[in-house]
């Protein structure tokens, strides 16, 4: 039972990330990383079909083999449909090797 429990959760918390990235793809990223400081900046796209006064989003990144390597949220205010915004998050540790990175919707309004 317990492993039919956590395979479900995994399910979940993947489809919820591929449906963020779908929805609100990213480009242009970039990190910095000075000390064990990072800075993560780029774009998002709202191709979600509705619009938010404000969007709050959970960033993920990942090295080489999928180890999480950190995450924080951003909040992108008067996030309009098909409007694209910039973003910077900073993380309290370092990002140095980071290979990839995946979005998760957490809330709007």
Known sequence: MKKLAMSLIIVLVVCGCVWAEDEFPL???????????????????????????TAIFKLYFYDKNNNLMGSTKIAIQNFEE?????????FTSSLAGWKSYSIQFDSGF
């Open 27 to 53: 480009k242009n990223v970039k990190v910095r990383t000075i000390a064990n400081v990072a800075e993560a900046q780029g774009e998002i796209t709202n191709n979600s079909g509705q619009g938010y006064d």
């Open 82 to 90: 098909e409007k694209t915004a910039a973003f910077t998050a900073v």
